[in-house]
């Protein structure tokens, strides 16, 4: 499956478009490679590390999917190799 296309199924972007954006400036990794381009096939096993906010999400494949479902379907998609801490608080300021 196409990394921009798992990246949107596991809805960690709202669209494609986002994701493409994204790996196409060279900010996702895939076992550990730089990838450039958005139609590089994800199979299961593979690691991908990308930021989200100010975090730097990790991410292990567990299925390609096969559509866009809801959330609870989508984190089935993937294993969270570096959760958020849940005693952190959203803001600095706080």
């Keep these: 499956m196409r990394l921009d296309k798992w990246l949107f199924y596991a809805r960690f972007f709202k669209t494609r478009a986002l994701a493409t954006t994204l790996i196409t400036k060279g900010r ?3 076992n550990g490679q730089r990838q450039s381009k958005p139609g590089h096939t994800v199979a299961p096993g593979d690691v991908l590390t990308f930021p989200m906010g100010n975090l730097t999400r990790v ?36």
């Design 59 to 94: 991410i292990r494949v567990l299925a390609p999917g096969t559509r866009r479902g809801p959330a609870g379907e989508a984190q089935t998609l993937y294993l969270d190799l570096d959760p958020p801490d849940p005693n952190a608080t959203s803001s600095p300021l706080e």
């Design 28 to 30: 996702v990794r895939l």
